[in-house]
């Protein structure tokens, strides 16, 4: 599996945010998905040993717009323009999660992709859908600045 590439200050993966997940990426080339697993500790809890579903939702967003790298391209960046999630069983904090992302079509100038979030044995507790663009202007602008941070950090 290909490591991907990290941030410095993103909520989702970045090394240096105190407050984030510190999640990492893989691209599996095999089942053509991006892959992490997660412990999610109980601070970002909605109720008592349950995942917030906002956290939920952008672990999910995350990993589903990932899976435009799955070519190797790790500069091609994303924004979400739309995300529909279905939560299925509430997520727990403290336990190991596998996430998986895959592209489901490449468009012009966006993209859909998908993702799920699984228990350790299997069971999907919430899947989405959602569309991806290209970054312009603004965005683009103040990325740039950062781009030097954006790297495989070694294991």
């Known amino acids: 599996m290909i490591k991907q590439p990290t941030s410095r200050t993103c909520f989702m993966c970045g090394r240096e945010n105190g407050f984030g997940l510190k999640m990492v990426w893989y691209n599996n080339l095999q089942s053509n998905q991006v892959e992490a697993t997660i412990t999610v500790p109980e601070q970002f809890n909605g109720y008592p040993g349950i995942v917030h579903g906002g956290i939920v939702a952008a672990i999910l967003d995350e990993t589903a717009g990932r899976a435009v790298m799955l070519d190797g391209n790790f500069d091609n960046l994303f924004i979400t323009l739309r995300l529909n999630l279905t939560y299925r069983k509430p997520t727990p904090t403290n336990t190991p999660l596998k996430v998986v992302g895959w592209l489901e ?3 012009h100038r966006g993209m859909k992709v998908a993702a799920k979030l699984l228990l350790p044995d299997g069971t999907i507790t919430t899947e989405c859908k959602a569309v991806v663009i290209k ?19 070694e294991d």
Not at 136 to 149: A, C, D, M, Y
């Open 135 to 153: 970054p312009t202007g603004e965005i683009s602008k103040r990325w740039e600045p950062e781009k030097k941070f954006w790297r495989v950090e």
């Open 105 to 107: 079509h490449k468009g």
